[in-house]
């Protein structure tokens, strides 16, 4: 499997980026997908995740009310739509396969925890300019 992220660039404060991630494979839709991000001089960070059928969503405080997770499996792709983009959202973004199954929130979340999201593909760099 490999993962490619895109759709980054350099933004203003309060605007919006939409990043995409497309898998390689025929078997995506069958796990669950996620986001993560890391800023210079930063440890990688979780930002969102998604069950295989959409059914759950968990994010990250941070991105909150802001940043949406989505997919469509007939096109291999997992989406992030970032809104009210802020500075502290400038990293490099990476997308990330994770466990199969139907999970709640806190099933994502401890799923994130215990490093199940993997098989990390390109990253795509976001700058949020002030």
């Known amino acids: 499997v490999q993962l490619q992220a895109s759709g980054g660039g350099l933004v203003q404060t309060g605007d919006s980026l939409r990043l995409s991630c497309a898998a390689s494979?025929?078997?995506?839709?069958?796990?669950?997908m996620g986001w993560f991000r890391q800023a210079p001089g930063k440890e990688r960070e979780f930002v969102a995740a998604?069950?295989?059928?959409?059914?759950?969503?968990y994010y990250a405080d941070s991105v909150k009310g802001r940043f949406t997770i989505s997919r469509d499996n007939a096109k291999n792709t997992v989406y992030l739509q970032m809104n009210s983009l802020k500075p502290e959202d400038t990293a490099v973004y990476y997308c990330?396969?994770?466990?199969?199954?139907?999970?709640?929130?806190?099933?994502?979340?401890?799923?994130?925890?215990?490093?199940?999201?993997?098989?990390w593909g390109q990253g795509t760099q976001v700058t949020v300019s002030s």
């Open positions: 494979g025929n078997d995506f839709a069958w796990y669950a």
């Open positions: 998604i069950t295989w059928n959409s059914g759950t969503t």
């Open positions: 990330a396969r994770g466990p199969r199954g139907s999970h709640d929130e806190d099933g994502l979340e401890w799923h994130v925890q215990k490093g199940s999201f993997y098989l």
